[in-house]
Nanobody, 130 residues
């Protein structure tokens, strides 16, 4: 069973930055995608950003484009999310997700829907104060 360990959340003022990390342990396959998803109180889980280094693709939800950057280190099975210019509406629990690449890869896109990914971590709280 794959375990995902997230870290890097915290409390920051609006305009500030945070960097999230997620490492996957127990992977048994090489081609996969990883992503970040978030869930605010009373809301459904939504995609933030996904990446697959195997096919060189990334996906960002519109609200974070230009502010967040996803990257990965395949040797460490780790994905990062650099979050800049944070806004109060970014406040949520952030979860790391993992999917087999053949499930989420399209002809020219990378799927990043919360239902397509598996979650094995507890999430990390990000709170942005105004």
């Amino acid at each position: 069973e794959v375990q995902l360990v997230e870290s890097g959340g915290g409390l920051v003022q609006a305009g500030g930055s945070l960097r999230l990390s997620c490492t996957a342990f127990g992977l048994t396959f090489d081609d996969y995608a990883m992503g970040w998803f978030r869930q605010a109180p009373g809301k459904e889980r939504e995609a933030v950003s996904c990446i697959s280094s195997s096919v060189g693709r990334t996906h960002y939800t519109d609200s974070v484009k230009g502010r967040f950057a996803i990257s990965s280190d395949n040797a460490k099975n780790t994905v990062y999310l650099q979050m800049n210019s944070l806004k109060p509406e970014d406040t949520a629990v952030y979860y790391c997700g993992l999917a087999r690449l053949d499930i989420v890869v399209g002809s020219s896109t990378l799927g990043c829907h919360p239902r397509e990914y598996d979650y094995g971590g507890q999430g990390t709280q990000v709170t942005v104060s105004s």
